[in-house]
């Protein structure tokens, strides 16, 4: 029960984290049906920029939680610039292209990102300081019993008001509801006077932005950053919004928060469902792989970033148009 | 001076020239109607007014100035709106939604409630079904709110592509009516319509287009007594 309790925090945190990053690549293909490869990059700036803003502060005298918001307020107009200018400069000259010209070109961007970054913040990984000391809380009485420590309980919150503050954005705000109008049929958005460029713009920099603080909250959380970092993220993060239905936020929301959770429950058990020592009384060809791995998986939590491709894979094949999403077809 | 002018106008798509070299002119307060067989460049030439299309050649005029190359959302800010073919509603907006798209434009927050209200007075249809999406509604009451959300935008000249398309008789007459009053109001404006007598009867003139050319021009009146226009658009042998 522990273990399970301790997973599904586990399984939250990161799927909050998945949610928000999710949120934008889902942004992004609502208004101009654009799979944006290079979203997961953003998200590898955002926590770049925020280990530079804390390494350089960290011996400041400052309080950590000002700091950190500084990173923030960093990552975030740096993070919001690249999702700008990538659209302007390489997607909207694509914008009336066959399809597979902004996807190759995307992949091409996100390169771009990453070696620019290598440049930048070179090869190694940079261990972000830990400036808020980390509280852990146990949840029961025993020493055993799950925990949640401060960090987590910061990711999910934010996280929250976050999606909160999108949704009121998309649907309550004038420009929200221009967002939604353009990417139902932009060319009548324009004949109401609506400059679809700039929603398009907005819409790239508002996805950047919760990417941004993703970035930084993945690396507070893992307290490690590294130039490649966005591109498994980034695939996770993608397939939660196939998950959840590319283009619908609840869906992204949804589907961000299942793959933290299956993640986490992958790793946290198939070590023991695939542990295979049990056949050795009648199958003794496994005797060696238990004897040199006393647990004796044939999966184990290192497996944990296969789970959600396993995911991504069944829902092309089962439900393309994802769980909330309605009829996607041969959009994508 | 005429609020709309158009001068050798060419549209074409790709290669093909759907519209050769048409010259018009709406005068402020004017109703003027323009008919012609399907394919014959109507919907182009709006297309090319309003900036969805641009025109390859020739001169476009409104209010004075040139608009033949300005973007779309440009020429709608000026107060030139089109009611696309087909209505063109959001059909995942509520009709509130649909609604307050159409005043993008506008910044007087009261002004925009208060001309909801009005469309809602002369629409019933649409307040009862204020909060549901668009594409919930009938073609009827999707053409009624094709129309309130171009008026939100308090349009100096409006522009409508066959707002009769599709519709039964009753709905046909209604539309008909609210186009009147919309007129009577003081709005300019450039209709197209497959029903040519019932255009023509309102309308002050008309244009009969054809293979991408104006073949004829006059007041509606004389138009309509035509024997060519009788014949060919009024399903009247002569
Ligand atoms: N997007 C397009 N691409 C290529 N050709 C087009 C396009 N739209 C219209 N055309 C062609 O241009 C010509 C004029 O079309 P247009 O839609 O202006 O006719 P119309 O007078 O509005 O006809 P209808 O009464 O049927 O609406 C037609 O031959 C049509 O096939
Ligand atoms: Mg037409």
């Given at each position: 029960m522990d273990t399970f309790i301790q997973q599904l925090i586990n399984g939250l945190t990161l799927g909050c984290v998945?949610?928000?990053?999710?949120l934008g690549y889902t942004m992004v293909y609502g208004i101009i049906?654009?799979?944006?490869?290079?979203?997961?990059?953003?998200?590898?700036?955002?926590?770049?920029?925020?280990?530079?803003?804390?390494?350089?502060?960290?011996?400041?005298?400052?309080?950590?939680?000002?700091?950190?918001?500084?990173?923030?307020?960093?990552?975030?107009p740096v993070c919001m610039a690249v999702?700008?200018?990538?659209?302007?400069?390489?997607?909207?000259?694509?914008?009336?292209?066959?399809?597979?010209?902004?996807?190759?070109?995307?992949?091409?961007?996100?390169?771009?990102l990453q070696h620019v970054a290598l440049i930048i913040w070179s090869r190694n990984n940079l261990s972000f300081p830990q400036l808020i000391p980390l509280t852990t809380y146990h949840l029961g009485s025993s020493e055993t019993s799950a925990t949640i420590t401060n960090v987590q309980v910061g990711i999910i919150l934010t996280s929250i008001a976050m999606m909160a503050a999108l949704l009121a954005l998309v649907y309550k705000t004038r420009m929200g509801i221009a967002m939604r109008a353009t990417s139902q049929n932009p060319q009548v958005a324009g004949l109401m006077g609506i400059n679809i460029n700039q929603v398009i713009s907005f819409t790239f920099m508002v996805g950047a932005a919760l990417g941004a603080i993703a970035g930084v909250m993945v690396g507070t959380y893992y307290g490690i950053a590294n130039y490649t970092m966005g591109f498994i993220l980034g695939l996770k993060a993608f397939s939660a919004a196939v998950l959840g239905g590319i283009g619908n936020l609840g869906g992204a929301v949804l589907g961000g928060i299942l793959i933290g959770l299956i993640e986490a429950f992958g790793a946290g058990y198939m070590g023991d469902l695939t542990n295979v020592c049990f056949l050795n009384s009648f199958l003794p060809g496994f005797a060696n792989l238990c004897e040199s791995n006393a647990n004796g998986s044939l999966f184990g939590s290192n497996y944990k970033d296969v789970y959600a491709f396993i995911v991504l894979i069944l829902v092309l094949v089962f439900k393309p148009s994802g769980l909330l999403g309605e009829r996607v077809g041969d959009r994508a | 001076m005429s609020l709309l002018s158009l001068a050798n106008v060419q549209v074409a798509y790709g290669g093909i020239q759907a519209v050769k070299g048409i010259s018009l002119h709406v005068d402020a307060g004017e109703l003027v109607t323009l008919i012609g067989a399907n394919g014959a460049g109507k919907s182009t030439t709006l297309k090319a007014i309003s900036g969805l299309h641009h025109a390859g050649a020739?001169?476009?005029?409104?209010?004075?100035?040139?608009?033949?190359?300005?973007?779309s959302f440009e020429i709608a800010r000026r107060g030139l709106v089109l009611v696309p073919e087909g209505r063109g509603v959001f059909p995942a907006l509520t009709i509130e939604e649909n609604l307050a798209m159409g005043a993008y434009s506008r910044t007087d927050r009261d002004g925009i409630a208060a001309d909801i209200e009005e469309k809602f007075a002369l629409f019933p249809r649409l307040k009862e079904r204020a909060k549901q999406t668009a594409g919930t509604l009938s073609g009827g009451e999707q053409q009624m709110l094709a129309i309130s959300r171009a008026l939100m935008a308090k349009p100096k000249l409006l522009?409508?592509?066959?707002?009769?398309?599709?519709?039964?008789?009753?709905?046909?007459?209604?539309?008909?009516?609210?186009?009147?009053?919309?007129?009577?109001?003081g709005v300019t404006i450039l209709l197209i319509e497959q029903n040519a007598r019932l255009a023509l009867s309102i309308s002050h003139r008309g244009y009969v287009m054809d293979g991408g050319l104006i073949t004829l021009e006059g007041e509606s009146k004389s138009l309509l007594d035509d024997p060519?226009?009788?014949e060919a658009y009024l399903g009247e042998t002569a």
């Open positions: 998945y949610a928000v990053v999710a049906q654009l799979i944006n490869f290079a979203h997961g990059e953003v998200v590898m700036i955002g926590a770049m920029v925020a280990y530079t803003v804390l390494t350089m502060l960290a011996a400041s005298g400052l309080p950590p939680v000002f700091i950190v918001a500084l990173a923030v307020f960093a990552a975030v999702g700008y200018s990538m659209e302007r400069v390489a997607y909207r000259p694509l914008r009336r292209a066959p399809r597979l010209a902004p996807l190759i070109t995307a992949i091409g961007i996100s390169m771009i | 020739g001169d476009i005029r409104y209010d004075g100035q040139d608009i033949r190359t300005l973007p522009l409508l592509d066959e707002p009769s398309m599709g519709l039964a008789p009753i709905m046909v007459q209604k539309i008909f009516e609210v186009v009147k009053e919309v007129a009577k109001r060519k226009v009788r």
